[in-house]
């Protein structure tokens, strides 16, 4: 299993651009979850979804950040427009629904810099 | 509220010494428990876990972790410390009547000194 995607690896923007971060969760997985993290606050939950649909998106810090999950296989982290303090590593995450002792599977996350 | 908590942000160890790090919790529902490492520049991998059944449990890489229902901790313990478990260390919840939400902490970071 390829496990969780993220692309691309690495993003350099300048303020006030609009950035795509993707996320390709394991096949059979139905539920994903979009995290940053930065040395203040440390692992945030931004967002989670269930078969492709927002479940809890209280931690997407504002209305610049919009995430979508078309389908089972492919999800978008959007910010817009971007600004210098929301440089972090953003970590999608996935998991089987049903099992509800399984884990989380990690990506290997994107590191944002915005200039 | 539900939360974990890391009471120790920052450790150091010297290579072949004991380590524990600390994890408790709030919440009266029956919780799910884990562990994760993150090393520099990576993304979080599953240590350990515990859902039920013999409240010590062990993990890869030579970690082992004790559920203690009364205090509400999941400590995470090893016996000797190599240099290539400097990393950063994070606990994690998902209480049964929340369903799918995973609660972590704020993460341990660990030195080794050879």
């Known amino acids: 299993d390829a496990g969780v995607i993220q692309s691309p690896r690495h993003e350099v923007t300048e303020m006030g651009q609009e950035v795509t971060l993707r996320c390709k969760p394991i096949?059979?997985?139905?539920?994903l979850f979009w995290y940053r993290q930065t040395m203040m606050r440390g692992l945030e939950l931004l967002i989670y979804f269930n078969n492709n649909v927002p479940i809890d998106d209280s931690g997407m810090p504002e209305d610049r950040f919009s995430a979508k999950m078309p389908n089972a296989s492919f999800s978008t982290l959007k910010i817009q427009p971007s600004e210098p303090r929301d440089s972090a590593v953003y970590f999608c995450a996935s998991r089987k629904l049903a099992t509800s002792t399984d884990t989380q599977y990690f990506g290997p996350g994107t590191r944002l810099t915005v200039l | 509220a539900q939360s974990v908590t890391q009471p120790d942000i920052h450790i150091t160890v010297s290579e072949g010494a004991s380590l524990e790090l600390r994890c408790n919790y709030s919440y009266g529902a029956t919780p799910y428990l884990f562990w994760y490492v993150q090393s520099p520049g990576q993304g979080l991998q599953l240590l350990l876990k515990?859902?039920?059944?013999?409240?010590l449990v062990q993990g890869i890489k030579g970690f082992e972790a004790e559920f203690k229902r009364s205090q509400s901790s999941f400590n995470l313990r090893k016996p000797s410390v190599h240099w290539s478990d400097a990393a950063e260390y994070f606990c994690?919840?998902?209480?049964?009547?929340?369903?799918?939400?995973?609660?972590f902490g704020t993460g341990t970071s660990l030195t080794v000194i050879p």
């Open positions: 515990y859902f039920s059944g013999d409240t």
């Open positions: 096949s059979g997985h139905n539920s």
């Open positions: 994690a919840v998902v209480f049964l009547n929340t369903g799918n939400q995973f609660y």
